[in-house]
T-cell receptor, first 114, second 118 residues
Framework: DTGVSQDPRHKITKRGQNVTFRCDPI?????LYWYRQTLGQGPEFLTY????????KSRLLSDRFSAERPKGSFSTLEIQRTEQGDSAMYLC????????????FGSGTRLTVV | AQKITQTQPGMFVQEKEAVTLDCTYD???????LFWYKQPSSGEMIFLIY??????QNATEGRYSLNFQKARKSANLVISASQLGDSAMYFC???????????????FGKGTKLSVIP
């Protein structure tokens, strides 16, 4: 395990469809984060898990968005009834509790809603 | 108000020269952390360097150094001896302790696109 893996790398979907992304963090990392990055912007925080518990959600995470981390390992981010405004890069990151040095990010899933 | 401001949308630098990327931040917390990340066209965010608010010395990591001026609330990234592979987006980010639930969430600036010219 050399890093954070995200699948798929790219997703094109029609407006109104549901999509699900997967993130596999570094195996010993108990913290997992989802960020969204739109064109020309820096990443924005969406949600955070410590082990399997979702402890924080941004107001950016509307009720069409749901994230899970069922066994404290991989995580999924689902978007229901996608809208064109959901087009973005979705980045996953993981870290150790005691780490002060930021996180390790994955390469992201680029979502395009047409 | 923006918490992280990067005023340079794009920068050019000649190969082997040094370049400074600007970052100013806004926080009322005495304890915070500042980060720089590199994002190549592949999309992955690569951690470069970290500076804690109580660190007395400027952080350095290889060719990267952070010019931390606490009173001015600036944390500029200096890249020495630029290489073609340094061409990428660079993001400044801040972590504050009161971001809730101990999440250590980061707030990012809008980034600076660095282009290294051969």
């Amino acid at each position: 395990d050399t890093g954070v893996s995200q699948d798929p790398r790219h997703k094109i979907t029609k407006r109104g469809q549901n999509v699900t992304f997967r993130c596999d963090p570094i195996s010993e990392h108990n913290r997992l984060y989802w960020y969204r990055q739109t064109l020309g912007q820096g990443p924005e925080f969406l949600t955070y898990f410590q082990n399997e518990a979702q402890l924080e959600k941004s107001r950016l995470l509307s009720d069409r968005f749901s994230a899970e981390r069922p066994k404290g390992s991989f995580s999924t981010l689902e978007i229901q009834r996608t809208e064109q405004g959901d087009s973005a890069m979705y980045l996953c990151a993981s870290s150790l509790s005691a780490s002060e040095y930021g996180y390790t990010f994955g390469s992201g899933t680029r979502l395009t809603v047409v | 108000a923006q918490k992280i401001t990067q005023t340079q949308p794009g920068m050019f630098v000649q190969e082997k020269e040094a370049v400074t990327l600007d970052c100013t931040y806004d926080t009322s917390d005495p304890s915070y952390g500042l980060f720089w990340y590199k994002q190549p066209s592949s999309g992955e965010m690569i951690f470069l360097i970290y500076q804690g608010s109580y660190d007395q010395q400027n952080a350095t990591e290889g060719r990267y150094s952070l010019n931390f001026q606490k009173a001015r609330k600036s944390a500029n990234l200096v890249i020495s001896a630029s290489q073609l592979g340094d061409s990428a987006m660079y993001f400044c980010a801040m972590r504050e302790p009161n971001s809730g639930a101990g999440s250590y969430q980061l707030t990012f600036g809008k980034g600076t696109k660095l282009s290294v010219i051969p």
